[in-house]
């Protein structure tokens, strides 16, 4: 979904505040890193994939605390 973005150049921002890719959508560049903050402090990892004009996607993986 959507029009990716060139992993390889935006890697080390991708999860930084205040970062976007795209100018042409609203937003204010906090989703990802957000979403990282969050998946971190539930001891998970997140994992995002992307091609320009192809897609991106995104795996979040979170541990099983449920005994």
């Known amino acids: 979904n959507g029009i990716g973005f060139d992993a390889t150049k935006y890697a080390d921002k991708l999860f930084q505040p205040f970062q976007r ?37 995104v795996q979040i993986s979170l541990p099983n605390t449920s005994y």
């Open 21 to 57: 890719f795209h100018t042409h959508v609203e937003g204010k560049g906090l989703g990802m890193y957000l979403i990282k903050t969050q998946v971190e402090a539930l001891g998970g990892q997140i994992e995002v994939t992307s091609v320009l004009t192809k897609g991106t996607s």
